[in-house]
């Protein structure tokens, strides 16, 4: 396998890995507000693929973190105290979550179009 082969791979498997990051943080955004939701993490784990280290999303992790408490004795979900459990999600950390996994997946995808057009440019120079 060639070097742009292997560049173009390791980009594409971070663009996936970066993808499903998005993927979940964007659920945790839209469940912040739902009872009892557990926030969702997405490792990122080292394999080999075809004699080559690569990044790829790992399993989908849930944070053990409790849900705030919140007082609402007319909630569906309220205990005899009036309280029910809010989610665990802060929403400050996953719009920087959001952020971050974005601006890894635009470098990558940078990345993968330089080795593309690299490896379009020789394959012109050898066919002369």
């Excluded at 560049?7 to 993927?23: E, K, M, P």
């Excluded at 105290?81 to 929403?91: A, E, M, Q």
């Amino acid at each position: 396998m060639s070097d742009f082969s292997h560049s173009l791979a390791a980009s594409t498997n971070a663009l996936r890995a970066q993808s499903a990051r998005l993927r979940h943080v964007s659920e945790n955004i839209s469940n912040a507000d739902t009872p009892g939701y557990r926030r969702k993490t997405v490792p990122f784990e080292r394999v080999q693929k075809n004699g080559q280290e690569v990044v790829q999303a790992g399993r989908v992790k849930l944070d053990r973190r409790e849900g705030s408490r919140i007082y609402d004795p007319g909630h569906p979900m309220a205990d005899e105290t009036g309280h029910y459990r809010g989610s665990n999600v802060d929403l400050m950390i996953e719009i920087a979550d959001a952020r971050e996994a974005q601006r890894s997946y635009e470098a990558n995808l940078k990345m993968f179009d330089q080795s593309r057009q690299m490896s379009s440019s020789l394959m012109e120079l050898l066919r002369k």
